[in-house]
């Protein structure tokens, strides 16, 4: 972890200094993640259930908590195959980088069990996936759907040329594998997961696998939070640092520069969401749902865990 890094008042410019994080029931910062953002921004009342009403720490009024905590436990397709192809891709370039093959055959049929298994379609369990839990109607094809998408993201993470750049770094042992990064300061703390990063030349390259996605949908804050991290964390200037994010099944890469602005606009960034969380946190502490509103998009709620219990309408 990043050593206590004292933000001057060269960081924050324009009269602008951040509100310090407030703190969680452990007595620690508030922390930034991607993931986390990404939930505020999409639903405050998801992110309500999630972060205080299904967490048995806090929100002890809550008097849904043990129904949100089952939930909260539930998955999707999406969600599922995510969490696998990278778990795959990890154990693939672990074995690489101890000199051993792990073949496609067998990485596509731990996918297809493991993604069967996670989702509770292999035994017809209802208490797994959300598209399960609330009996989608076209269930089959959904979950095929993606299950296809996972395989061809293996078989081309293994075999397409499009990846070849990185594939030559997998074996090296200096290469790092879903490291943990993060930055504490005097006025809050942040954190990500680099999926893939190595030297190359004089350069630090950072690859995020995707499982699809493209060029044209991105938001770019997560791989630019990874730079700052790294730029703190790794000690390595925002110039010398090449990002990626390898979409897996479209079989493309995007790739992003950065400088100094970038790096500035990310923390700025950070600080403007965790300004948000820190707004909410005394409500959701004391379970005041009420003061999140539920966004009520049938987009977002479709794939919403907590369908069952909101009062979007
Ligand atoms: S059902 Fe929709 S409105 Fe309700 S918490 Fe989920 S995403 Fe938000």
């Known amino acids: 972890m990043a050593e206590q890094l004292q933000l001057s008042l060269f960081d924050f410019q324009d009269d602008y200094l951040p509100t310090k994080a407030k703190k969680n029931n452990a007595g620690k910062l508030l922390k930034w993640s991607y993931s986390k953002r990404s939930l505020l921004e999409q639903c405050l009342r998801k992110y309500y259930y999630n972060h205080?009403?299904?967490?048995?720490?806090?929100?002890?009024?809550?008097?849904?908590?043990?129904?949100?905590?089952?939930?909260?436990?539930?998955?999707?397709?999406?969600?599922?195959?995510?969490?696998?192809?990278?778990?795959?891709?990890?154990?693939?370039?672990?074995?690489?980088?101890?000199?051993?093959?792990?073949?496609?055959?067998?990485?596509?049929?731990?996918?297809?069990?493991?993604?069967?298994?996670?989702?509770g379609y292999a035994y017809s369990r209802k208490d797994k996936a959300i598209e399960i839990y609330y009996g989608f109607d076209n269930l089959?094809?959904?979950?095929?759907?993606?299950?296809?998408?996972?395989?061809?993201?293996?078989?081309?993470?293994?075999?397409?040329?499009?990846?070849?750049?990185?594939?030559?770094?997998?074996s090296k042992p200096e290469s790092l594998v879903e490291?943990?990064?993060?930055?504490?300061?005097?006025?809050?703390?942040?954190?990500?997961?680099?999926?893939?990063?190595?030297?190359?030349?004089?350069?630090?390259?950072?690859?995020?696998?995707?499982?699809?996605?493209?060029?044209?949908?991105?938001?770019?804050?997560?791989?630019?939070?990874?730079?700052?991290?790294?730029?703190?964390?790794?000690?390595?200037?925002?110039?010398?640092?090449?990002l990626h994010q390898a979409h897996l099944a479209p079989d493309r890469v995007s790739s992003f520069e950065i400088g100094e602005h970038e790096i500035f606009r990310t923390k700025n960034r950070i600080i403007q969401d965790l300004e948000k969380m820190n707004r909410v946190h005394d409500y959701g502490q004391k379970g005041i749902s009420q003061a999140f509103t539920p966004c009520g998009q049938s987009r977002v709620c479709q794939l919403c865990p907590f369908q069952e219990v909101c009062p979007k309408e």
Request: proline content about 1%.
């Open 52 to 119: 205080y009403g299904g967490n048995k720490r806090t929100a002890k009024e809550e008097p849904l908590k043990e129904q949100l905590a089952v939930l909260k436990n539930l998955t999707n397709r999406y969600l599922a195959a995510g969490i696998i192809l990278h778990d795959l891709i990890r154990k693939y370039i672990g074995q690489m980088q101890k000199g051993k093959i792990i073949s496609l055959d067998y990485l596509l049929q731990q996918a297809k069990y493991r993604y069967r298994q996670q989702l």
């Open 140 to 170: 089959d094809e959904l979950i095929i759907e993606t299950e296809n998408k996972l395989l061809l993201a293996i078989t081309n993470f293994v075999e397409s040329f499009t990846f070849n750049t990185f594939r030559r770094f997998f």
């Open 179 to 242: 490291k943990n990064i993060s930055i504490k300061t005097n006025f809050f703390s942040s954190g990500g997961k680099l999926d893939f990063a190595y030297i190359d030349n004089d350069k630090l390259v950072i690859v995020d696998w995707k499982l699809g996605g493209s060029v044209e949908s991105q938001d770019t804050l997560q791989l630019m939070s990874y730079a700052y991290f790294a730029s703190e964390e790794l000690n390595h200037i925002p110039a010398k640092i090449e």
